[in-house]
């Protein structure tokens, strides 16, 4: 099993920036991708950012040039930097980890942007 516990979401005004970080524990072995999905009121859960254990990364078209997700391996830590904050960026903001044919959600961290 692995658990995942999130955190840095918050209100920010537009135009701002949040970092959101989630640290992977339990059994973390060959945690494979890690990722950032995000899920407004009244719409479907989409993702926000995905990074290998490699470093590649996969970004939604929405996010682009905005947000960056990196990683850090030795801490099984998973970081979102968000930066040009919109209000559409409003949402709960949930990490996702897969290993092997596996994956694991974690609470959510809430981020609202103000206009």
């Known amino acids: 099993q692995v658990q995942l516990v999130e955190s840095g979401g918050g209100l920010v005004q537009a135009g701002g920036s949040l970092r959101l970080s989630c640290a992977a524990s339990?059994?973390?072995?060959?945690?494979?991708?890690m990722g950032w999905f995000r899920q407004a009121p009244g719409k479907q859960r989409e993702l926000v950012a995905t990074?290998?254990?490699?470093?590649?990364?996969n970004y939604a078209d929405s996010v682009k040039g905005r947000f960056i997700i990196t990683r850090d391996n030795a801490k099984n830590t998973v970081y979102l930097q968000m930066n040009s904050l919109k209000p559409e960026d409003t949402a709960v903001y949930y990490c996702?980890?897969?290993?092997?044919?596996?994956?694991?959600w974690g609470q959510g961290t809430q981020v609202t942007v103000s206009s």
């Open positions: 990074i290998t254990s490699g470093l590649s990364t």
């Open positions: 996702k980890a897969y290993q092997y044919t596996r994956s694991y």
């Open positions: 339990g059994s973390t072995f060959s945690i494979n991708a």
